[in-house]
């Protein structure tokens, strides 16, 4: 197998016991988790990031948790665009470093050249909606300020956001009731494995995350999803899903997808990683493996400056 195809970092077992856990990704997804982030983390501690340099918890707003870090490539290598990662949790757990997942992915944007932040973000209770989405676009803000482009060219902002971070990213652009939108423009969004639909359903397993966060009125769900508001931004657009998700999340991604084509003229991306489950997805980044990341990159490129 191929370092670039679907799970070419792992040894065969490993492979094998992601396989084995796939079909079954739902029952279980605290237990099948740990599992991923136990495997990836070694693969991705051993990668080489010589030349990145990183500035950690730094202040974009006043809460504790309003920090990021700063990867930042080798002066020789650097573009003027920017990539803020905001990672995923089921709005009321997860930070920015678990190990070194989510470090993964802002390393091996920083590899390409990105300047990349990883944003941590207010959680719920204590914030609820739309606490998380006030919580990029303020990060978005400060990026724009703080970080000043070299180069004469244009600078571009692009967010991406894995899980609930996802939702965050897109109600931040997408749903017309929230007011405080980045003042900077952004050039493009990507959605990873994204809850774009609140939902409280049995089989959710993340049904106690959803109601600390868009509250414990379901009547409000609706109004509150950025499925529903698919149709409301024009920002380029890409969503990913993989082939294992945590419950209705790929069907959601499909949805958004659709809804937000039938809405513009330049349609959206779309990826299925296919072997992939919710937190592989992330996990994978800077392992050896590329596809993900060259499909963003791909998606980064064809959009105008």
């Not at 309003?66 to 920017?82: C, E, I, N, S, Y």
Request: charged share 20%.
């Amino acid at each position: 197998m191929r370092m670039d195809e679907p799970l070419g970092a792992l040894s065969a077992a490993d492979a094998r016991a992601f396989a084995e856990i796939g079909p079954v990704w739902g029952t279980n997804i605290n237990k099948h988790r740990d599992l991923v982030i136990a495997t990836y983390g070694p693969i991705v501690a051993a990668a080489d990031n010589s030349g990145i340099a990183v500035e950690r918890n730094i202040a974009y707003g006043a809460h504790p948790r309003q920090v990021l870090d700063v990867f930042t490539p080798a002066a020789g290598k650097r573009r003027d665009d920017l990539v803020l990662f905001v990672h995923g949790g089921a709005f009321i757990r997860g930070n920015k470093s678990n190990g070194h997942i989510y470090d993964n992915a802002c390393y091996w944007f920083a590899r390409q050249g990105y300047t990349a932040l990883n944003v941590e973000y207010r959680l719920a209770p204590e914030s609820a909606y739309p606490g998380g989405a006030e919580d990029v676009a303020r990060a978005a803000d400060w990026a724009a300020a703080q970080l000043p482009a070299q180069a004469s060219g244009p600078r571009r902002i692009f967010l991406i956001g894995h899980s609930a971070g996802g939702t965050h990213v897109a109600t931040c652009l997408f749903d017309p009731a929230f007011a405080a939108r980045p003042a900077c423009d952004i050039a493009g969004a990507v959605l990873v494995s994204a809850r774009l639909k609140a939902d409280v359903l049995p089989d959710n397993p993340n049904a106690d995350g959803v109601r600390a966060y868009f509250g414990t009125d379901p009547g409000l769900y609706e109004r509150r999803s950025p499925l529903t508001h698919a149709h409301c931004s024009q920002v380029p657009l890409m969503i990913a899903i993989a082939e294992f998700e945590n419950p209705h999340l790929d069907l959601y991604g499909a949805e958004f997808f659709q809804r937000a084509s039938a809405a513009r003229a330049r349609k959206p991306r779309f990826v299925q990683m296919r072997k992939h489950n919710h937190t592989s997805m992330i996990a994978h980044f800077n392992s050896g493996e590329d596809y993900l990341g060259r499909e963003i990159l791909a998606f980064f490129d064809g959009i105008p400056s």
